[in-house]
């Protein structure tokens, strides 16, 4: 079994090719446009448009829903898991290291939230994982409020400037 690389947007090409991933989320604003790493597959490569918010109604920001981490929960159920993930945002620290939890869940349902979380701030000092993103998944996985429990009980990251890519082991057998 492999891992999740989650990474700022200006390191991806970097991190899918020094990795090996075949396949990408990406968590991006709306209008901010980006290309693809070429080794990428296209077909593999799901695009999500969400702000970095916590809760809906803040103008014109789209904050996430249970449609995006439905096709978190989807993707990441299809991924063959022969290389690693790719998974970012803008910066690397809220919306793709929620995503890449869900992903973890969806694809190893039967690990431990707390185990999952510790595994994720060994990882990465700064990840602040988006509360809205963390909330609807642990719904939608049938998780009963453990994977909101763990995050809460290992707050909120190191302040970060964005430049700080760290591979989260899927399940407690990864190296």
Same mark, same amino acid.
């Given at each position: 079994?492999?891992?999740?690389?989650?990474?700022?947007?200006?390191?991806?090409?970097?991190?899918?090719?020094?990795?090996?991933?075949?396949?990408?989320?990406?968590?991006?604003?709306?209008?901010?446009?980006?290309?693809?790493?070429?080794?990428?597959?296209?077909?593999?490569?799901?695009?999500?448009?969400? /702000?970095?918010?916590?809760? *809906?109604?803040?103008? @014109?920001?789209?904050?996430?829903?249970?449609?995006? #981490?439905? %096709? &978190?929960?989807?993707?990441a159920g299809e991924w063959d898991r022969a290389s690693p993930l790719?998974?970012?945002?803008?910066?690397?620290?809220?919306?793709?290291?929620?995503?890449?939890?869900?992903?973890?869940?969806?694809?190893?349902?039967?690990?431990?939230?707390?185990?999952?979380?510790?595994?994720?701030?060994?990882?990465?000092?700064?990840?602040?994982? /988006?509360?809205?993103?963390? *909330?609807?998944?642990? @719904?939608?996985?049938?998780?009963?409020?453990?994977? #909101?429990? %763990? &995050?809460?009980?290992i707050g909120r990251g190191a302040d970060a400037d964005g430049n700080?890519?760290?591979?989260?082991?899927?399940?407690?057998?990864?190296?």
């Open positions: 079994m492999t891992g999740i690389v989650v990474s700022p947007l200006a390191r991806i090409a970097e991190m899918a090719v020094r990795h090996g991933a075949r396949e990408m989320i990406s968590l991006m604003a709306k209008e901010q446009n980006f290309h693809r790493p070429a080794v990428i597959k296209a077909d593999r490569h799901l695009l999500l448009s969400m /702000n970095d918010i916590s809760f *809906a109604g803040t103008g @014109d920001l789209i904050a996430p829903q249970e449609a995006h #981490v439905r %096709a &978190i929960v989807d993707f790719l998974v970012h945002c803008w910066m690397g620290v809220s919306r793709s290291p929620a995503a890449a939890l869900i992903a973890a869940l969806a694809v190893h349902p039967d690990q431990d939230d707390m185990a999952l979380v510790r595994r994720l701030r060994s990882a990465s000092p700064f990840a602040t994982p /988006n509360t809205r993103l963390v *909330a609807i998944g642990d @719904d939608m996985l049938g998780r009963k409020g453990k994977l #909101v429990a %763990a &995050i809460k009980e700080a890519p760290f591979v989260l082991p899927v399940s407690g057998n990864v190296a």
